[in-house]
């Protein structure tokens, strides 16, 4: 594969993480940085390119462009992408599949684009090997991008595969509206978490704010536990320096001297939670305990609490206004001296916490605008 050892690739995060993954990306040693919009363009050489992959805690995927040509026809897509010179790429034995993002009036079917591109490529293989590589939707060898913009076509390789929220230490995924862990951690980031005081998550659900936070705080590289990447099937990976990236990180954890405490009124959560935890390697430095908010007991400070209580529409609750108020209440009355963060999508719930807002961060949590708050307990 003519991939060169330095290159330019492409990062895709949450809307409103743009800043945290290009922070994150500049210290890593990459260069040449552009924010977009979801994504982050940059230049890396091979080990700054690897350490993205398994430390980045923002980066949803990263993608190596590849090609960037323009056609006026699902016909001459076809054409083009017949004559692409897909051994560099791809090898007839090996798995593949093909995404396709379409904003365009003559290329209007993502699923049409993805099978014209897909029959380029079998149709080149068979036509110069007698041999082809086959579709594969679950963890393919191989994964293609297809960005169509008007007339204009760009072909990725997909470095991740299945999307870097999957960290590998989920080993519960029964509970409902987890928070993706790279928003997770990217709020942490934003809030200035680095793991010098005790943190709490009162609302803690499926654990992930204490997981993540866990990680910062022990500087657990963000893809410890996945064992899946993409690019490790390209032609050019060298499994010894991603080796020594994976030794590197884990030489460059920490202890982390104070606790992180979950709690939750639901006691399925909480099995979740530990189920989750222990995933992560953190139980240990946790305490988790089935309580209501309303029945908090006065927590020492100083400390550092960040919550991300129900919206109302994904997780049932009788009355959300009411529950907003009680939490507005336990920061008042329990949290006295902490740096207290909420994370929401229900902007109008957020209104009964009746306390005063230092900092309010837009974020959007998929389509769903959300606001990340801090309110100083002082
Ligand atoms: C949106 S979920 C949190 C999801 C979590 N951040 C995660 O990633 O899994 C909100 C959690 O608040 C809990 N909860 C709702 N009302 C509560 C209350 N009054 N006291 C304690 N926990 C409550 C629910 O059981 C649920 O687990």
């Given at each position: 594969m003519p991939l060169a050892t330095s290159g330019e690739y492409l990062a895709k995060t949450f809307q409103g993480l743009e800043d945290?993954?290009?922070?994150?990306?500049?210290?890593?040693?990459?260069?040449?940085?552009?924010?977009?919009?979801?994504?982050?363009?940059?230049?890396?050489?091979?080990?700054?390119?690897?350490?993205?992959?398994?430390?980045?805690?923002?980066?949803?995927?990263?993608?190596?462009?590849?090609?960037?040509?323009?056609?006026?026809?699902?016909?001459?897509?076809?054409?083009?992408?017949?004559?692409?010179?897909?051994?560099?790429?791809?090898?007839?034995?090996?798995?593949f599949a093909i995404s396709s993002v379409v904003n365009s009036r003559i290329f209007d079917h993502s699923r049409y684009t993805t099978l014209k591109t897909k029959?380029?490529?079998?149709?080149?293989?068979?036509?110069?090997?007698?041999?082809?590589?086959?579709?594969?939707?679950?963890?393919?060898?191989?994964?293609?991008?297809?960005?169509?913009?008007?007339?204009?076509?760009?072909?990725?390789?997909?470095?991740?595969?299945?999307?870097?929220?999957?960290?590998?230490?989920?080993?519960?995924?029964?509970?409902?509206?987890?928070?993706?862990?790279?928003?997770?951690?990217?709020?942490?980031?934003?809030?200035?978490?680095?793991?010098?005081?005790?943190?709490?998550?009162?609302?803690?659900?499926?654990?992930?704010?204490?997981i993540e936070a866990g990680m910062i705080a022990r500087n657990i590289a963000a893809q410890r536990y996945r064992a899946y990447f993409s690019f490790h099937n390209w032609s050019d990976f060298q499994p010894k320096l991603w080796k020594k990236v994976k030794e590197d990180a884990i030489q460059n954890e920490r202890l982390f001297e104070h606790v992180i405490k979950g709690f939750d009124y639901d006691q399925k959560a909480l099995n979740a939670a530990t189920t989750n935890l222990r995933g992560a390697g953190l139980r240990g430095y946790t305490e988790l305990t089935l309580l209501d908010i309303v029945d908090m007991k006065p927590q020492k400070a100083p400390g550092f609490l960040m919550v991300n209580p129900p919206y109302g529409d994904n997780i049932k609750v009788d009355d959300i206004d009411l529950l907003y108020k009680q939490l507005g209440d336990m920061l008042k009355q329990k949290f006295n001296q902490w740096d207290a963060w909420v994370f929401t999508a229900n902007l109008d719930a957020l209104k009964n916490i009746g306390l005063k807002t230092s900092k309010r961060i837009p974020l959007f949590n998929?389509?769903?605008?959300?606001?990340?708050?801090?309110?100083?307990m002082y």
């Open positions: 945290t993954l290009a922070e994150e990306l500049e210290q890593l040693g990459a260069t040449n940085i552009k924010v977009r919009k979801r994504a982050v363009l940059f230049e890396a050489d091979r080990e700054t390119f690897y350490k993205a992959n398994y430390l980045s805690r923002v980066a949803l995927r990263f993608l190596r462009p590849v090609l960037n040509f323009r056609a006026s026809s699902y016909e001459e897509l076809y054409r083009k992408m017949y004559d692409v010179n897909w051994p560099d790429f791809l090898h007839y034995d090996q798995t029959d380029a490529i079998v149709d080149h293989f068979r036509e110069r090997f007698r041999k082809r590589p086959f579709i594969e939707t679950y963890q393919p060898d191989i994964r293609f991008h297809v960005h169509i913009n008007d007339r204009n076509i760009r072909l990725y390789l997909d470095a991740s595969g299945e999307s870097l929220h999957k960290r590998g230490y989920r080993k519960d995924d029964t509970f409902p509206a987890p928070l993706s862990e790279c928003l997770a951690a990217g709020m942490l980031l934003k809030a200035g978490w680095d793991g010098s005081k005790d943190f709490v998550d009162p609302m803690c659900g499926s654990g992930t704010l204490l998929g389509p769903k605008e959300s606001r990340l708050c801090l309110y100083e």
